[in-house]
């Protein structure tokens, strides 16, 4: 048990730092919303990834397998993630709503942004890939024993927390020094992120099968 929780701690730690729609949006939403507005988001995140793990855990090659074969999925993903972005950089904010944003009395909709954190981890069909090929190269050093896989998951999920909220943390300190103009500037940035996201997983619909092949994929995550 022991090895499987150090085996797990740098992984948790190394997915916390990864590159994707979900990081840029959890450090806007610290910087401009605050602390407890990103936890809230990143617990929505956090949730939709459990949930994966469990489909991927209970699906495994069979699912990637099946993934591979409907490319649709990326393109509805991808669609949505794109225009969500599109939304994000065209809607100007009230100067108003920005005022009140920076202001010590904002109370953000803690509900609606775990919703919204949930969502995007969960259109995102390349997450629910990444924790199946995860799944598929961990599985025999765990010996598929389901205790070992709770205990190497659960390890892994509560690191990637645990780094998010120092992420959230640090970035909740850029809050000090946002005016109205620099949050609709973030604001442009973040939905250009968006749409490239959502414009590559949208790409990847249109790949030729044999570069969904989840052999490909198992073996690009071992490298």
């Given at each position: ?7 797990a ?14 990081f ?40 990637l ?17 794109a ?8 809607k ?25 954190g949930?969502?995007l ?17 961990t ?15 659960g ?60 052999q ?8």
């Amino acid at each position: 048990m022991i090895q499987d929780i150090q085996a797990a701690i740098p992984l948790g730690f190394f997915l916390a730092f990864m590159i994707g729609p979900v990081f840029f949006v959890l450090i806007e939403t610290s910087a401009t919303k605050g602390f407890r507005a990103a936890v809230a988001f990143d617990i929505g995140v956090i949730l939709a990834d459990i949930i994966f793990i469990g489909v991927a855990y209970f699906s495994s090659f069979q699912l990637l397998e099946n993934l591979s074969n409907y490319p649709g999925l990326y393109v509805f993903g991808g669609t949505i993630l794109a225009v969500y972005g599109l939304i994000v950089f065209l809607k100007k904010p009230k100067p108003t709503d920005l005022k009140a944003q920076l202001s010590s009395a904002f109370r953000p909709n803690y509900v609606e942004l775990f919703v919204k954190g949930f969502l995007l981890n969960f259109i995102n069909v390349g997450v629910l890939i990444f924790w199946l090929g995860i799944i598929i190269v961990t599985g025999p050093s765990l010996e598929n024993d389901i205790n070992r896989f709770y205990v190497f998951f659960g390890t892994l999920v509560l690191v990637y927390f645990i780094t998010d909220v120092f992420k959230i943390a640090l970035a909740k300190q850029l809050k000090k020094q946002l005016t109205p103009v620099i949050i609709i500037k973030i604001k442009k940035i973040l939905g250009l992120v968006l749409i490239i996201c959502g414009l590559v997983l949208l790409t990847k619909g249109f790949l030729p099968k044999d570069q969904l092949n989840p052999q490909t994929i198992i073996e690009d995550i071992r490298e």
